[in-house]
Every structure is written in structure tokens, then in C-alpha cells.
């Protein structure tokens, strides 16, 4: 059925009526979105999805991220306390640091501004008064990996965590090593300095350093394109060896798509950054038109790309380059 002009208004209308109106407190008509570096591969693709978006949608937005990993926290905090003091027409915010974050999208809501939360704290967007959430299901995404690493042999896991104090990650990790251990193996979580990553030298020592000292790993997971790149070059050096060592990651790039058809890699479950950036745009564009709000959380990821599937990805990521991760 065609939806005309009119049937868009009178539904406009309806919802403005059945649906209470949030206090306005919007001063900037801007949506901002503020994301992680966009040197990392995953943000990257967020901030195309985010583009994409104010482009087609005809909004104003901001995209707003920090440079690097170094002092994430007070530095993710701050941005966070301007966007709000420019009252803008909604905020999209990562809840990855749960003890400085919170307070602010408390803040902000009760400011009157709409706040949507994208890739981490799903579980508490409606207590913390956010209008919706948009992201992955982080304990699926490290179990349905677990899985594959199982099917490949894995006795002896690894989860390679980059930032500490996540629980995001922290959930990724825990859903992999009981992916393993349900099946009768052993696996933990060890966790990077998160000022060494990007420092593809430091990375590779540390993970190389992890599988000597510890001979019977046979499984390694991480949960950065970034990191698997590096895991990837220690890891090759040991297969050299005649060890054998699974590999598997959390989200998408180029490298990571063409190391699993090779077989390099056997795994990256995708959490679809692209429509982070996209739905955190177009959910509090809606909802400010038109008081609608998705009732429940959205979820993006798990998508699970193996080999059966990576050339399929591959070809769209070159086609759309970076909207399934950078390049």
C-alpha cells in the first residue's frame, strides 16, 4: 500500500496525541553521535552508517570522537559533558564506561534531551531514561564464536581483551570461554594495555609472549579488527612452527575477510557498525518528528561471517568500501 502525504500527517498527528511529548530542551537542532577513534576499523564503519544517514535523512549531525585510546575514559567523559551543554537535538552515546557515563545520560534525559545508546548497555537504556538502544547481544557474540573455535578442536582458549573496564568486552569474553569449557575445555581472559593498541609491535610481542608461555593454547580470540591483524602475524609465526592455533575475532575489516577465505582465520562474528551509526541517527530522528521509539532493544549482532559466507561480505565491503569495516 502506497502511504500519501496525507495518511504520513494524520499518522504524525495521532502519535503526537497517543504518545506523551518529551520536554523539549533542545537549543542545537544537531544530532551527535560520539563514537570511538575512527583510526579503529569498527568505528570507522559506524561513522560511514552515521554519514549515510544524516545525508539521506536531510538532518544536521556531528560526529565526535576521540583521537586515540590514550586516557579514554576522562576524555569519552568530557565529550560527553559538551554535547550535552550544547542542549543538541539528541545524543547517541556508547555506554562502555558504565561509572562516569551513566550519570550523564541520566543528566541528559532529564534535560529534556533524547538520548539513544549505541554498542554497549543495553540492558539498562529504559532505567536510564534513553530512548532506545542499538547494538549487539555481547555475550552471544563471543559464545556463537566459542562455537566455531569448538568445531575447529579448540581445547585451550584465549580472549584477548583491549580495554579494560569494559563489560562489554568482558561479556564477549565470558560467552567464548563457556562456549569452550561446555564443551570440556579451558579457556580465560587476558586483557592488552589499551595504550599499546595501535602499536602493532607491542601487540604482536604480548600475544606472542601469551602463546610461549603457555604452549598449549590452542585457540586465540580478540575482539578488535586491529588486534586480530596483530594476533594474526604472531599467530602465523607459531603455525610456522607446526603448532596449530584457531583464530577468530570480533568485528570486520578487509584483512580479517580475506584471512578467513583463505582459512587463516576461522571466524569474526560482526556486530554491523554500519547500522549502529545509521539507526543512531535514524531513531531519535524519528522520534523527535514523530514521538515513535522502538519499544525494546535492537539488535544488530551476532552475524557470524565464516568462510562459508566471507567472499559474499568481502565483495560488499569493496563495493561499499568500509560499511562492513575499514579498509
Excluded at 499518522?11 to 542545537?28: C, F, N, R
Excluded at 539521506?56 to 575514559?73: H, R, S, Y
Excluded at 603457555?214 to 578488535?224: A, E, K, P, S
Amino acid at each position: 500500500m502506497k502511504i500519501t502525504h496525507l495518511s504520513a500527517v494524520a499518522l504524525a498527528a495521532i502519535m503526537a496525541v497517543s504518545a506523551p511529548l518529551a520536554a523539549k530542551a533542545q537549543d542545537d537542532q544537531t544530532i551527535i553521535m560520539l563514537g570511538g577513534p575512527s583510526s579503529d576499523p569498527f568505528w570507522g564503519a559506524v561513522q560511514q552508517g552515521f554519514n549515510t544517514a544524516v545525508e539521506e535523512l536531510g538532518v544536521k549531525g556531528q560526529w565526535t570522537a576521540p583521537a586515540d585510546f590514550n586516557d579514554i575514559v576522562p576524555v569519552y567523559t568530557r565529550m560527553f559533558e559538551a554535547a550535552i551543554a550544547r542542549k543538541p537535538a539528541a545524543i547517541a552515546v556508547g555506554n562502555f564506561f558504565p561509572e562516569p557515563t551513566e550519570p550523564l545520560i541520566k543528566q541528559a534525559a532529564e534535560q529534556g534531551i533524547p538520548v539513544i545508546i549505541i554498542n554497549s548497555g543495553g540492558n539498562k537504556f529504559k532505567e536510564l531514561g534513553a530512548i532506545g538502544f542499538i547494538g549487539e547481544d555481547s555475550y552471544q557474540m563471543g559464545y556463537e564464536g566459542g562455537k566455531v573455535a569448538v568445531g575447529n578442536g579448540v581445547k585451550n582458549g584465549l580472549c584477548i581483551n583491549q580495554i579494560a573496564a569494559n563489560p562489554v568486552l568482558e561479556l564477549r569474553c565470558k560467552g567464548y570461554i563457556e562456549a569452550v569449557t561446555e564443551a570440556g575445555g579451558t579457556a580465560k581472559m587476558v586483557t592488552l594495555a589499551s595504550e599499546d593498541i595501535g602499536n602493532s609491535q607491542k601487540v604482536q610481542a604480548a600475544v606472542s609472549a601469551m602463546l610461549m608461555q603457555d604452549q598449549t593454547i590452542d585457540g586465540v580470540i580478540t575482539l578488535g579488527v586491529a588486534v586480530a591483524v596483530d594476533a594474526l602475524e604472531s599467530i602465523r609465526a607459531v603455525r610456522a612452527t607446526g603448532r596449530s592455533v584457531d583464530l577468530g575475532t570480533m568485528d570486520l575489516g578487509n584483512t580479517v575477510l580475506e584471512a578467513i577465505e583463505a582459512g587463516e582465520m576461522s571466524f569474526a562474528s560482526d556486530q554491523q557498525p554500519f547500522l549502529q551509526g545509521y539507526y543512531g541517527v535514524l531513531i531519535p530522528h524519528l522520534y523527535n518528528k514523530y514521538q515513535m521509539a522502538p519499544s525494546n532493544v535492537v539488535w544488530v549482532g551476532p552475524y557470524l561471517v565464516t568462510k562459508d559466507n566471507a567472499a559474499a561480505v568481502l565483495k560488499v565491503n569493496k563495493d561499499f568500501a568500509g560499511s562492513r569495516g575499514a579498509n
